[in-house]
Nanobody
Framework: QVQLVESGGGLVQAGGSLRLSCAAS????????MAWVRQVQGKERDLVAG????????YYADSVKGRFAISRDNAKNTVYLQMNSLKPEDTAVYFC????????????????WGQGTQVTVSS
């Protein structure tokens, strides 16, 4: 399984931007679909963005469409999440996750996870 390490979280004011990065190691990165999943304490994990192996196909949850953009650099074994127009309700721990040929863009289809990075959006 691939090992994943997220970075780039922090505190930002509403309307601001952050860019998360997820570095992968220990696997053939371009074989994996990648996703960003967020979790608020006490609530279920919510997959907000996904990207297929080549980067040609992406998925976004309705809650982030038009504000977030997922991308990947297979040469650098890294996936990114650009988050713009942030809202207080985007506050969560953001996890990077990987899977080979997930059937659906839902968290349980993904089997490798990073440790998460906290994103806090103040009003």
């Amino acid at each position: 399984q691939v090992q994943l390490v997220e970075s780039g979280g922090g505190l930002v004011q509403a309307g601001g931007s952050l860019r998360l990065s997820c570095a992968a190691s220990g696997g053939t990165f371009n074989m994996y679909a990648m996703a960003w999943v967020r979790q608020v304490q006490g609530k279920e994990r919510d997959l907000v963005a996904g990207i297929w192996t080549s980067g040609a196909n992406t998925y976004y949850a309705d809650s982030v469409k038009g504000r977030f953009a997922i991308s990947r650099d297979n040469a650098k074994n890294t996936v990114y999440l650009q988050m713009n127009s942030l809202k207080p309700e985007d506050t969560a721990v953001y996890f990077c996750a990987s899977a080979i040929n997930p059937r659906f863009w839902i968290p349980r289809e993904f089997d490798s996870w990073g440790q998460g990075t906290q994103v806090t959006v103040s009003s």
